[in-house]
């Protein structure tokens, strides 16, 4: 299962615009007749494997497949122009093999001691918490705030549609009976990234792909390997604490990664110009976010990433809820999920190493094939969740909004965590009313509470203050 999920987040990552949350959302209903640890199995070598994937689209086309592999771009990109392709694709393999071990034994001693401390929360506390997931999507992903929160807003409402379950009334069902039990996250999961990403690229498609740079057998030089090893251990160091954080993502520390890099080479002349270091550094910080991502997603149940919200919707469709008891209930599904990572990661190096002249030759698949295969399965999967025709009109309409949201710079992440997010929100922001007897006061709880509370204002008045730190 590891061996399938790498090949095909390679595969994946390699063909721009189509990534690892898409592949994994259109996988999502074709995996119901597995057992739920070789689903995920499958899901996290996508997962890794569309990270390794993206850098070979960024150094050969300077077309980034995965949004975290932009700044990879900067310098592989000059470096496959002066004829180091080889080079820079063997540097991003092994920096994204060496990050990628280094944080997952990260994520084996940590996770338990997020699990320990997430035991000990309350309602109210675990309410602040998906608050504080909620601010940190909408205003650190996008280049807007107001397109962050009117996301966030989107995903909210389609999350509460359906039967309440406290007070059984219909929410939004407009009167349509397929509507009370709400919408299945895989159909909008399906309907946003994989209907909306294709009908985007179809609206493109008469623009000419760039060439792309032929490959040699990558391999590194002594001077290359001097050059790369501390780069991988930086991004290593970086990129693990921000995949785990809420909405810290792997593009911040990419982006630190590099300016690091700039700042402490011996020759940052050669910076703009095709530096390994460039390369090395911003890749190696793509991994170590990945592994990071799942700390808060197995031990909080809080999505960071837009295929950790997948992957916590494909938990809830086999009935395993995602947070601090789910080690201590489902503890084989766990282990066997880390100890795939670390199989996963080393086929990964074996194959990236000597297939990557095979991955390039993907990307000149002709882009109406590879969007109208994924059209097809995008129907079938989102048919299979219920084999209800209606799923088929909300999947094309999903897709729609999808399509909007691209075309006018709205971010995705948000309104996917509002849809997974928001009942469960709502769940333990009514526990925590019930507790008070609907006082307010109910809902800031202890210490912890009022720490995350105040982080969430930090967060919202953090472009005012800039602004008043600002001399006149």
């Known amino acids: 299962m590891a061996l399938i999920g790498v090949v095909a987040g390679t595969a994946v990552g390699v063909l721009p615009g189509i990534g690892p949350a898409m592949t994994v959302a259109l996988l999502l209903p074709l995996t119901y007749g597995l057992e739920p640890a070789q689903a995920f199995i499958l899901f996290a070598g996508i997962f890794y494997g569309g990270m390794y994937g993206g850098s070979t689209t960024s150094i050969l086309l300077n ?81 807007s705030r107001v397109r962050g929160f009117a996301s966030l807003l989107a995903g909210l409402v389609i999350g509460t549609i359906g039967i309440d379950r406290v007070t059984g009334q219909q929410r939004l069902t407009l009167g349509i009976p397929q509507l009370a039990d709400g919408i299945d996250v895989v159909v909008v999961a399906v309907g946003i990234f994989a209907v909306g990403e294709a009908l985007w690229v179809a609206a493109h498609l008469r623009r000419s792909p760039p060439p792309v740079i032929p490959v040699g057998r990558p391999w590194l030089g002594r001077d290359d390997w001097r050059r790369s090893w501390r780069p991988w251990l930086r991004g290593t160091a970086l990129g693990f604490p921000f995949g785990a954080l809420p909405a810290g993502g792997a593009e911040i520390p990419a982006f630190l990664s590099y300016v690091t890099e700039k700042r402490l080479a011996r020759r940052p002349e050669e910076f703009g110009s095709g530096a390994i270091e460039g ?194």
Do not use: C
Not at 108 to 128: C, K, Q
């Open 279 to 472: 390369v090395a550094g911003p890749e190696a910080a793509n991994n170590a976010s990945a592994a990071g991502t799942l700390v808060p997603m197995l031990a909080i149940g809080l999505p960071t990433t837009a295929v950790s919200a997948v992957m916590l919707a494909a938990f809830e469709s086999y009935g395993i809820q995602p947070g601090p008891l789910l080690f201590e209930r489902e503890p084989v599904l766990v282990w066997t999920l880390i100890a795939s990572l670390f199989v996963g990661n080393l086929m990964l190096l074996v194959l990236n190493l000597p297939l990557a002249p095979a991955w390039a030759r993907l990307l000149r698949i002709p882009r109406p094939f590879l969007y109208a295969g994924i059209l097809f399965f995008a129907s079938m999967g989102a048919y299979a969740v219920n084999a209800q025709p209606f799923d088929l009109v909300l999947l094309l309409l999903l897709g729609l909004i999808g399509l909007g949201m691209r075309r006018f710079g709205f971010p995705v992440l948000p309104l996917i965590v509002g849809v997974i997010l928001g009942p469960r929100a709502e769940l333990q922001g009514r526990r925590s009313l019930q507790l008070s007897g609907g006082d307010l006061s109910g809902l800031l709880g202890g210490p912890v509470s009022y720490t995350i509370y105040a982080v969430i204002a930090v967060i919202l008045l953090w472009p005012l203050l800039t602004r008043l730190r600002r001399p006149a």
């Open 63 to 143: 077309t980034p497949g995965e949004s975290a592999s932009v700044v990879t771009a900067i310098e592989g990109n000059k470096m496959a122009k002066a004829g180091r392709a080889a080079q820079a694709l063997a540097s991003a393999a092994i920096g994204s093999f060496v990050a990628g071990t280094i944080a997952t034994l990260l994520l084996v001693l940590v996770a338990p001691l997020v699990v320990s401390f997430a035991v000990s929360l309350g309602a109210p506390d675990h309410f602040a918490i998906m608050l504080l997931a909620f601010a940190a999507v909408a205003t650190v992903l996008g280049a």
